[in-house]
């Protein structure tokens, strides 16, 4: 790291975490998989930092997944200094992502990231710092007492931080994971989403802190039972058709509206890594309709209409 930016302990502590987290999640998932193992990328960033994309693929579960972790700093780019507003500034920004997607079209596929971010001035003191991140789940088809049971998990995770956090972060994410070219389809059932989480003080930056990790912890918790539960359903070529199709609307959704997707990119982030996120095979069929009172259109009418799962 450059020292000479002044990372506050807060940075520091929390890129600690993560990378501790990354190893976490990625035993967890490859003990569900029972084949596959992930194979670790680290790389540098020329203007200052790195990271390490770990990827796994053709498991017993999981075709293809991610899950990275990454911290970079330096000057803020010039297209980052006109979405702040602000001048040249240097900057640091720690964050895990991960994106995981299941070979059987009963089990979801799964989002996450978790991040930190400080602006510094040219002299190196900060003058702005948040944290934001969250989770959210794309079944393809729909299981409510699986969307149950991941909407718990994170409300009882986040619950002790504030009581209205969790309505407030879930709503944050139906607005968000949307695919507005397409009248406002959501990508799937959602979960939580929040951020530029400002601490007002140290004190408050370590309550912070507290809440990410509290998101983190509870992702094992939220995903594997689902996994486990759907890993052994029997699934066919129209399972695997209509899970192809609902891929295409998570490709949609990253390549036109995500901003982590557009901040790493503009960053010079490292495109592999950035780009984990996509599915290994998607399909595109011109204005595909599921037939009505079917479980894939069970499943759509969902996307068009937010619920409350708990």
């Known amino acids: 790291m450059n020292t000479a930016l002044n990372f ?28 596959a193992k992930f194979i670790e990328d680290a790389w540098e960033r020329e203007e200052g930092g790195g990271g390490k994309t770990r990827v796994i693929a053709n498991g017993n579960v999981f075709e293809k997944g991610g899950v ?90 986040i619950e002790p931080f504030g009581e209205n956090l969790y309505s407030s972060y879930k709503k944050n994410c139906d607005e968000y994971f949307v695919n507005k070219h397409r009248n406002n389809e959501a990508r799937g059932i959602g979960g939580v989403f ?14 912070l802190f507290e809440f990410q990790k509290a998101n983190g912890n509870c992702f094992l918790d939220a995903y594997l039972p689902i996994v486990k539960k759907r890993k052994n359903i029997s699934f066919g070529e129209k399972e695997k058709y209509w899970q192809e199709i609902r891929r295409g609307r998570y490709v949609e959704f990253n390549l036109i509206h995500d901003r982590g997707t557009l901040f790493g990119l503009k960053t010079n982030g490292r495109t592999e890594s950035i780009l984990m996120s996509l599915p290994p095979t998607v399909r595109f069929e011109y204005n595909y309709q599921p037939q009505p009172g079917s479980e894939e259109d069970k499943l759509l009418q969902v996307c068009l209409i937010p619920k409350e799962w708990v």
């Open 194 to 207: 929040y951020d530029y989480l400002r601490p007002t003080n140290e004190k408050d930056a370590e309550r």
């Open 8 to 35: 506050s302990k807060i940075a520091i502590g929390f890129n600690k975490y993560i990378l501790n987290l990354q190893n976490k999640i990625c035993k967890g998932l490859e003990e569900v998989d029972g084949k």
């Open 68 to 157: 990275s972790t990454s911290i970079v700093y330096g000057e803020l780019p010039y297209a980052m200094q006109q979405a702040f507003k602000v001048g040249i500034n240097n900057f640091f920004a720690v964050g895990l992502s991960l994106v995981i997607h299941p070979k059987n079209p009963y089990i979801p596929t799964v989002h996450a990231n978790w991040r930190y971010f400080e602006l510094f001035d040219m002299e190196g003191k900060i003058i702005d710092r948040w944290f934001g991140g969250g989770t959210d789940l794309t079944p393809y088809y729909l299981f409510e007492e699986d969307a149950i049971h991941f909407h718990s998990t994170l409300k009882n995770a």
